[in-house]
């Protein structure tokens, strides 16, 4: 049977009766009255509540045209696009309307239509969701199925196990006795645990019989986001009983091992506490492109620079036509003209030029890389999403990019903010070793004790002079006792025949272990599961810690194995006759853990009716809480713990005390009174009574348990130290468990534990050596702590003020010393250590820039003790104050604000749930693929995208700047060098393509590479690709690519006999000749600037100047008045002249000589890093040793950590 948990109590969740202070039901806040079983009463109509229908969808069919017309115009190039198009109907344009109208219809068409797809998928998970069935009684007094969008408030609803709960409902009753019911929350915070949830007393019985009876009236709070609080009062025959959180069932939830439940939907559809919080996440975007706002806004100076000369010479030139009554260019007629064209009106006509320019240059600012870069990013997600070396087949969970905005950030992380429990470690918890009665138990080797113990022979050898032990080798000398249980125990890995298979009763202090392990059985809120066909119990625990504590009690003989109503049910061996049996134990009060608290307990009472508080935390808030008589053991227990801390294991320590009746009895009602409380401070008072009776504890030992390192962290850990990212570790581990930690480094076998940031000097061969060690024998240790006597004195004496002042000055200090440490001592290596207590103080404003200053000097930094907020403000803090890329990485809902605070979150999927996941940008299923999803696919997509943006200025720059070249040759009267068509179709079909696949397939080098040489990454983080000084190169590119085409075509064939009858070029052909030299010389510059050729890359480039020529045959036929300066252009006029395609030919060459003299000059004597590999894999040089690094490479490294020390 089930554990009955309705007479129990947490601090969580408390179970209030009536009081006075219930007053504010019927207030401000407190407002919505539910009248059960009868939602078409009269007076429940009148309230008009919500009904349950959902919609997540950004748009409906009513606004979705002018709402994503709004986005779309939101962004600068748009409108300027928009305002050219409806200034184009007027006669200022220079050309024809529809030319214009149609690439910006096409642009923004799709961007709407990839709105309005990604819409729907949206509104067909409403659909579904909104369609699911759920049974509402009401039709002829029975439950009858309907869907989910037809649930009303007040309706009575039946769930039934492993359904949803469609609403937001009180628990009424359930198929449990008392009322009781397991829900999975999993899709609200993430957690994978059961929580217990149960009606009140006078419901709990009721059946569908009840039910035809049954009316009801509640008064709760008004819909609100709040998750862990709910306030509300039941009026049922008479009476009014309160609920709380306990009878709430939330929308989203799935009822777990219970049959069936009913319950009253007081929030329905949008009013439920899940859609209360359905909001966005905070906007991200990338660096990159903010940078190319920027961009924009420079092409937009430059063209209305341009836009101005132009129009004042001309406005110069149309002056000079009419001076003193003589017409100089009289063939324009300036006796007889326009205000467009007035010389006795120059400097009118200059600003409508103006005007006419202003739109002419317009190809300046490409029209579509938005909605290119928005394609490309979508494309490279979902080979992100579709990798199979991030796919992990333990869990069937592959990588996800949750965004596509941040995909080149993913090229460009400085800093990585990992936290270590489930992100570096496995979070699967292994009961090690344990200390009772001031014995230690556990006689075999963490291999976190392995690796110290080889440090230690290491170092012994090498002051003898011997030779280095094997490190295969590994160290046995500890584990003679040790003895195989003969099959392996998921979460126990204790091995120590004195207390194992019963021997534990010859033990000098048997009632102090048999007690030890009455608290691991019965101190917790886990749930026995029995395996139907094996027998076995298994264990829904809340934390894998407590997972591990009652395997470990089961193993050593004191099985957890059932319950019944508020008693638990042991199997234990019983130490007088030497046979197991069952014993039951009344469990009275459950006092919860919380972070606050640091502890739990548990009063149960035993077969022998002794009163036993049964209490387990952390060794800081337990040891204050011993008795004078409970403190025989605690100096062996402390020199426990500190060995366990150095060996890496997490500790708990354990404690009891035996209460006298009428001191419990006391107590009890004081508690029970407290908790009832409806107020802002009811938890802090409960938390007040509570310790209490936590007072005067007997010490009976501590636990150890290992959290193992995942698969491939430090291969992982190692690469990312290679390609120049920093890691900081923000843990909530025991300084000592951090610190010893972080020394540990792989010896070739087995899995290690491994924290590492980089080497000061970038000496690559030095870290191959320390490749896994965060902290090093030969550094020196920089602790900042407040574990000071001065610091104690103070807090005893309860000043919080002073202990404030003081403990900012000490912090101070410390800071200031260990800068005088650094720069005394500049050619050693430096290790930074701080605790949360100590944390606090270093990130108040007065002296968080002095903490960076010193933490960036360092080589390596460990924040323990680190609470969620403080995650968070020293990810705010690196960000800030470095400038750079910052990614973090966690598993738990306590890593959530860390992920949002930095540039990009990584979410892992583990043990601890799924909210870090849903937080991220990124997520992945274990730490390892941080490797290929940095190096490999970060470089790849910070390179295409930076290529991709770079190559899209210089082909615009190299197109618009013919017109001005073209324009100045016209003296600037405003006439296009180009068809309408021509110019419009130049964004989106000639040269858009080629494009896109640059920034979809090309590769510098081949993933294998870039996991070989991960110094490649740097290219990202110095943003080599993405300068200013490299984006201007484009830009001048561009310039000398539009001078080369215009000043050789015009001096090619401006003179020269153009056709067989011995005419010149006209304005026609001269504007196709050029038209064709742009088309074939960016689509060139594109061909030599890829990487990594595929048939997509060759059919876009090729196939976009094949569709040039295509176009201009069919446009050509079409009738003059569509063509206009098209008409037959190439069939007859271009394509059979010889100097046409000769001219092309010697046009296109010119134009890419340039670049390509300066690719090979820079390959040859300023290579990039991606350069040196390219040439030693040409070459044939490209070796296997990953950790042989180019001279040239290790200097500029060297450099780069000299000048970011110099400006920090």
Sequence with gaps: MRINFRKLYSFICFRPIYEPSHAQIGQKGYSRVVYCNDPDYLEAVKLNYRGNYVSTTKYSAANFIPKSLFEQFRRVANIYFLVVACVSFSPLAPYSSLSILAPLIVVIGATMAKEGVEDWRRRKQDVEANNRKVKVYGCNNTFCETNWKKVRVGDIVKVCKDEYFPADLVLLSSSHEGGVCYVETMNLDGETNLKLKHALDVTSHHDEKFFKEFTAVIKCEDPNEKLYSFIGTLSYDGKEYPLSLQQLLLRGSKLKNTEYVFGIAIFTGHDTKVMQNATHPPSKRSKIEKKMDKIIYLLFSTLVLIAFVGSLFFGIETKKDFSDGKLRRWYLRPDDTTVFYDPKRPSLSAFFHLLTALMLYGYLIPISLYISIEIVKVLQSIFINQDLDMYDKETDKPARARTSNLNEELGQVDTILSDKTGTLTCNSMEFVKCSIAGTAYGRGMTEVERVLARRREVALARRRGDPLPETGDDVQGHEGDAVDSGKSVRGFNFRDKRIMNGQWVIEPH?????????????????????????????????????????????????????????????????????????????????????????????????????????????????????????????????DHIKKYAEAGLRIMVIAYRELGEDEYNTWEEEFSKTKTYVTAKRDELVEEVADKIERNLTLLGATAVEDKLQKGVPECIYKLALAGIRLWVLTGDKLETAVNIGYCRNFGAGIIYVIFVEDSNFNYFKIFRY?????????????????????????????????????LESIRKQIGEGMSQINSKKESGFGLIIDGKSLDFSLNKDIEKSFFELAINCDSVICCRSSPKQKALVTRLVKGETGKITLAIGDGANDVGMLQEADIGVGISGVEGMQAVMA?????????????????????????IAMMICYFFYKNIAFGFTLFWFEAHASFSGQPAYNDWYMSFYNVFFTSLPVIALGVFDQDVSAKLCLKYPFLYLEGVENILFSWPRVIGWMFNGILTSIIIFFLTTKSMTKQAFRRDGQVVDYEVLGVTMYTCVVWAVNCQMAISINYFTWIHHFFIWGSIAFWYIFLVIYGYLPPEMSTTAYRAFVEECAPSVLYWLVTLLVVICTLLPYFSFRAFQTRFYPMYHDRIQRKQYEGLETENSDELPRQVRKKLHLRKTLMQRNS
């Excluded at 134990?585 to 608290?597: A, G, I, W």
């Excluded at 490749?771 to 900042?784: F, G, K, P, T, Y």
């Excluded at 991220?920 to 295409?944: K, M, N, P, T």
């Design 510 to 638: 048997p009632e102090i272990i048999q007690k030890f392990f009455w608290v691991l059985a019965i101190c917790h809120t886990a749930i026995p599961e029995k395996n139907e066909e094996t027998g076995e119990i298994m264990y829904e625990a809340e934390s894998p810690d407590e997972a591990a504590f009652l395997i470990a009690a089961k193993e050593i003989g004191f099985e957890f194995c059932n319950a019944e109503q508020t008693s638990i049910t042991l199997r234990e061996l019983d130490p007088r006759n030497g046979k197991r049996g069952f014993r039951k134990y009344k469990r009275l009060q459950v006092l919860e853990f919380n972070t606050s608290r640091k502890r739990m307990s548990v009063i149960v009472r035993n077969e022998e009716n002794q009163l036993l508080l049964l209490s387990k935390g952390a060794d800081s808030v337990m040891f204050q809480r011993l008795s004078k008589d409970g403190r025989q053991f605690e100096s062996q227990t402390k």
């Design 771 to 807: 490749a896994c060690s965060l902290l090093r024998q030969d550094m020196e240790q920089i602790v900042i702590t407040l574990d000071s006597p001065d610091i104690d004195a103070l807090e005893k004496q309860g000043d919080k003020e002073a202990i404030a002042k003081a403990s």
């Design 920 to 944: 991220s940008d990124f997520a992945i299923a274990q730490f390892r693929f941080l490797e290929r999803l940095l190096l490999v696919h970060g470089h790849w997509c910070y390179r295409r």
